[in-house]
């Protein structure tokens, strides 16, 4: 009124300006309550990433012996791609790709390369750019990826959210027993303990001892964003499944009275005549006694079991989860995403662990259910190439956030809403934890029709040898198989740039995934397919360049020797 006073004995100014200023004033009164209730209607995302999920291992994927009844309903809600990759097939790199929306090779960081994410790197993650856009964000279960300038001892991802409840590295089956984060929850097995921090978070009491909020409450007029991420049906928390008198039934006696059906190309060790790959490439001797339950039926059997008894539990906790939001009055405005950090092999062709670029590592489920979108959508499986890059993006794009210029993936929202049109015409998967365990590095491009794998020379030392070493000269085994120093970073920094620099493959294969999905013929030396097998050579090039990016990667140092140096060489769990 003030102003309209001063505005109004002015010489000169007609009551027109006045009227006109009044106008404006209320335009921008107008404005505010519009962003306020834009806001406030903004949707509510959850993420739920599981590990080591094999593709079919869902009834929706057309498992007929496993029991997901919430997730399979959660895909006729929703939209199932059933031509999802991951870009890296092994845990951290993996997990570090969805969180940044990057390739391994331009993230830069794995298990072998001796380094975390830097916190520049880390503020355009989704978790931090959604905070910063006015979402109250939590994080639940298992992280894999070291953050910040002392990987997972820096505190750094912990503080990033709102709302912590989880533990850094493996959380076993019962994770009371490594991380002292769980020890006041009532539950003992992992599904149910992080039920337990899913309960809290959505109850706004914050009763349950060891979480961590940063907040007093979540705000009810604000949106949220939760990611919660399991250790199963890992083999990490599957093998110290013990059948205790408090677990659930679900994990002692479900399917073992079911007849386990063996994958139909499984190979026992004992009857593997030529190996999938030429032992030169792939040294499977040195591979990890934690897939040698590929070796014998037995043991695989009991594996599929217990991995079929913790996608059960999971599936039982997606149902919770979605009564609760119900319950709330949060289910119509809360949009739920589902996936692995990849596959695993259940002995196919000989074979064990992951960390290839072949179909059974780097295919993963992945369900996105947008109860706003049109009913026309609901129940649609999608086969065109997306990855989990692409789940970043997309829920930017839903929030009505920036994606930052560093994402690699492509949003989805398009194809969620029921135009099918592609976002890519070929998909990269790479791997370069090359190591004393025997994997190659290797690299694939893929359509609908073809994909093309490279391999690379390894050289690396023995896994056998490494042991037979620490025993001899009584050196801490762990410390030896599993701890980084600073010339491992010079080694996975020329993995980064060697084949984008030119060097050779020593290994190739070529394969028609239309006629031929489980990759068993290799017609890289068919003359019939040269045409074919140059296009992807072609589209190869194309893809890791992309992949590879611009400039240097935003990481920081974390081995043994800067540990040391921080006086901390404590090895993540």
């Known amino acids: 009124k003030k102003i309209m006073n001063l505005i109004t004995r002015k010489r000169g100014v007609s009551n027109l300006l006045s009227n006109l200023f009044l106008v404006i004033i209320q ?8 962003a306020q209730t834009d806001t406030k209607e903004k949707p509510n995302f959850i993420f739920i990433l599981t590990d080591d999920h094999r593709y079919d291992l869902l009834g929706s994927s057309g498992n007929e012996l496993v029991k997901t009844p919430h997730l399979d309903q959660l ?10 990759h991951v870009t890296s097939a092994i845990c951290t790199p993996s997990r570090i790709s969805i969180l940044l929306s990057q390739f391994e090779r331009k993230h830069s960081v794995n298990f072998n390369s001796g380094t975390s994410v830097s916190e520049e790197a880390w503020n355009e993650s989704y978790p931090v750019v959604m905070k910063n856009n006015g979402y109250y964000t939590g994080y639940i279960g298992k992280n894999h990826a070291p953050i910040g300038d002392g990987g997972y001892q820096s505190g750094l991802m912990d503080k990033s959210f709102d709302y912590w409840y989880a533990g850094h590295g493996h959380l076993s089956f019962y994770p009371k027993d490594r991380h002292e ?15 337990e921090g899913v309960s809290d978070f959505f109850s706004n009491e914050y009763k349950l001892e060891g979480a961590k909020h940063f907040l007093n409450q979540r705000p009810e007029d604000q949106p949220f964003c939760l990611s919660i991420a399991f250790n199963l049906p890992h083999g990490a928390s599957t093998t110290t499944m013990k059948m205790l008198k408090s677990d659930s039934e679900t994990y002692k006696s479900l399917y073992r009275d079911k007849e386990i059906p063996l994958p139909v190309d499984y190979i026992a060790k004992e009857d593997i005549k030529i190996p999938k790959l030429p032992p030169e490439i792939l040294h499977v001797g040195d591979r990890q006694d934690i897939y040698d339950f590929v070796d014998n039926e037995t043991d695989l059997k009991e594996r599929m079991i217990r991995n079929m008894q913790a996608v059960t539990g999971i599936d039982m906790l997606v149902g919770n989860l979605r009564a609760t939001l119900k319950q709330l009055d949060l289910d119509e405005n809360t949009i739920l995403i589902f996936t692995s950090d990849h596959g695993i092999f259940w002995g196919e062709d000989g074979l064990g662990g992951k960390a290839l670029c072949y179909e059974i590592c780097t295919k993963v489920p992945m369900i996105i259910h947008n109860p706003m979108s049109p009913d026309k959508t609901k129940g649609i499986v999608n086969n065109e190439l997306v990855q989990t890059i692409d789940i970043a993006p997309t829920m930017l794009q839903y929030a009505g956030i920036n994606i930052p210029n560093s994402y690699q993936g492509k949003p989805l929202n398009n194809m969620i809403e029921g135009n099918n049109e592609p976002i890519r015409d070929y998909l990269f998967t790479e791997n370069l934890w090359s190591t004393h365990f025997g994997n190659p590095r290797c690299e694939s491009v893929q359509n609908k029709q073809w994909k093309y794998i490279r391999y690379y020379k390894n050289e690396n030392i023995s896994s056998r040898d490494v042991i037979a070493i620490a ?7 762990t ?5 980084n120093h600073d010339p491992q970073i010079a080694v996975y920094q020329t993995y980064i740039e060697s084949s984008v620099n030119g060097e050779p493959p020593v290994y190739e294969e070529l394969y028609h995934l239309k006629t031929d999905p489980k990759e068993k013929n290799n017609l890289i030396n068919n003359p019939d397919y040269s045409r074919e097998l140059k296009d992807m050579r072609m589209a190869w090039r194309k893809k890791i360049n992309y992949a590879r990016g611009e400039g240097k990667a935003k990481i920081l140092r974390y081995t043994f020797d800067s540990k040391a140096e921080q006086g901390n060489i404590t090895m993540p769990k």
């Open 27 to 34: 335009l921008i009164s107008l404005n505010h309550s519009f």
């Open 75 to 84: 895909a006729q809600e929703g939209i199932l791609f059933e031509n999802a």
């Open 181 to 195: 984060i769980f020890a006041a929850a009532q539950q003992n097995t992992q599904i149910e303990i992080m039920g």
């Open 471 to 477: 025993k001899d000269h009584n050196i801490n085994l």
């Open 479 to 483: 410390k030896l198989l599993y701890g």
